[in-house]
């Protein structure tokens, strides 16, 4: 396997007027502040964090999911971006994200 994570982050921007989108609730600077401390944290060549069109779960977003695992995350902020990083991506401990974790629809 190429990267070790494969990280998806909506960045959708729908139209005024239209339902919610992941653009428009500050997904850009997020996956921008992502990138920018995947590199600072050495991750770069392991973890691959990159901006994904709509993955229709708007209401929800800023949404991201990360591969193989196929885990669906809502990071909101800045904070929750270091704690995803530090605990999911770096540590491994998906335990400790549970409050960033989508809940299966199913």
């Known amino acids: 396997m190429y990267y070790k994570k494969h990280v998806f982050v909506c960045d959708n921007i729908r139209e005024e007027g239209e339902r919610p989108s992941c653009g428009r609730a500050g997904s850009p600077l997020l996956l921008a502040y992502m990138k920018k401390r995947l590199k600072e944290l050495g991750l770069k060549d392991r973890?691959?964090?990159?901006?994904?069109?709509?993955?229709?779960?708007?209401?929800?977003?800023?949404?991201?999911?990360?591969?193989?695992?196929?885990?669906?995350?809502?990071?909101?902020?800045?904070?929750?971006?270091?704690?995803?990083?530090?605990?999911?991506?770096?540590?491994?401990?998906?335990?400790s994200i549970r409050h960033l974790l989508l809940e299966d629809e199913n």
């Open 47 to 95: 973890i691959r964090i990159q901006r994904s069109g709509c993955l229709d779960r708007c209401e929800l977003g800023p949404v991201q999911v990360s591969y193989p695992e196929g885990i669906w995350f809502s990071i909101k902020t800045e904070e929750d971006a270091e704690i995803f990083l530090r605990n999911y991506i770096e540590k491994e401990n998906a335990d």
